[in-house]
């Protein structure tokens, strides 16, 4: 979502996640005459990645190609916030802006990784989010320097916790917590923050409203609009 509004300049209420479970739409662009536009793709990332490495060129793919006959139906829900807990926090940082989305990014990266090391359980990364941004205080005018210090400090206090077994660090927590954590797990597993796939210079000339499926890259159609 935040990298949607930064790409194409577009106010948070124009841009949005749904969960898409085949992840064969990878990304929306809803007009207001009510049309919308969709881009389609086999679930493979390989392909969005080899095109950003050839752009504006588009080689060909040894992989198999999307066979609408044979794709499943598709599905579209809307997130529930209260288990896509770091979805709601993206949206509030998104909300306020100043060095907030750095802030969160940082903190986020660092819970993550704890994640991978099996420190933590999934359902702690968001509280510790939240933790780094109850420390993080409002710069007037944010410079680069202010950006990376609200990052830095924002890691600092992920790993504090971390380091001084704080209750969401904790394996005994974690293992008390496996249920919901699990249920997590499957939850997120399911769902991928989508990014814009269209040119800005076609959202904005049709005063189209940007609403994000499956995890694609921007570049990955970009010139497909122009």
Not at 150 to 158: M, P, S, Y
Not at 211 to 224: H, N, P, W
Request: charged residues 25%.
């Amino acid at each position: 979502i935040i990298e949607a509004m930064r790409l194409y300049r577009l106010p948070l209420r124009q841009v949005d996640a749904v969960i898409h479970r085949q992840s064969i739409v990878h990304s929306l662009v809803e007009f207001h005459d009510g049309a919308m536009l969709a881009q389609l793709g086999t679930p493979d990332m390989k392909l969005p990645i080899r095109y950003a490495m050839t752009y504006p060129n588009r080689a060909v793919s040894p992989a198999e190609p999307l066979d609408l006959l044979k794709c499943p139906p598709l599905t579209f829900a809307e997130p529930d916030e209260e288990v896509f807990r770091c979805l709601k926090i993206a949206k509030q940082c998104a909300a306020v802006g100043n060095v907030y989305c750095a802030a969160m990014n940082g903190a986020n990266e660092e819970a993550v990784a704890a994640f991978l090391r099996d420190e933590i359980g999934i359902c702690a990364i968001p509280d510790l989010i939240e933790a780094a941004l109850d420390k993080t205080e409002t710069v007037y005018q944010p410079q680069l320097s202010d950006i990376l210090e609200a990052d830095r400090l924002a890691r600092e206090v992920v790993r504090k916790k971390l380091m001084h077994g704080d209750e969401h660090a904790e394996n005994q927590d974690r293992r008390q917590d496996v249920d919901k954590a699990h249920e997590c797990l499957l939850a997120n597993a399911d769902f991928t923050a989508s990014r814009a796939a269209w040119s800005a210079d076609k959202i904005s000339s049709n005063e189209g409203v940007c609403v994000t499926g499956t995890a694609a890259r921007a570049a990955a159609t970009r010139s497909e609009m122009s």
